[in-house]
């Protein structure tokens, strides 16, 4: 797992580095996680969520699933904690998501598209993505 954090101003952006697609995926997860932290530990016991989602490309497909992480971390409040499974098809994914209930920090208004990447290295993947804070 390997992924860092770059400042802006007013943004934020998530470069990672990944073996495969899938864990490009879970990382991005583990960093959505970690940024909107309320630092209270565990509240309830887990909770379990699916997601389906739809995009022409991989780095829309991230991009959605980031916006779908932070909406239910929002709405929910349930904040991500790991990825049960997911499975990749050509213009989307299915994944179910262990959360745990809190009070995710308000940090993230938006995913954006700028500078937004999800490409092949000789290792395996490298993705960016860009939050407006």
Do not use: C, N
């Amino acid at each position: 797992m390997a992924y860092e954090w770059v400042e802006h101003t007013a943004e934020v952006e998530l470069l990672i580095e990944a073996g495969s697609e899938e864990q490009v995926f879970a990382d991005a997860l583990t960093a959505v996680g970690e940024l909107l932290d309320d630092g209270m530990g565990a509240h309830d016991a887990d909770v379990a969520y699916d997601v389906t989602l739809t995009a022409p490309d991989r780095a829309a497909l991230l991009a959605a699933w980031m916006d779908e992480l932070v909406y239910r971390a929002e709405v929910d409040g349930l904040l991500p904690e790991a990825v049960e499974r997911i499975e990749l098809a050509d213009d989307g994914l299915s994944a179910a998501v262990r959360a745990r209930r809190g009070e995710p920090r308000p940090f993230v208004k938006a995913v954006t598209y700028h500078r937004l990447a999800f490409e092949p290295t000789a290792d395996g993947w490298q993705a960016t993505v860009v939050l407006d804070v």
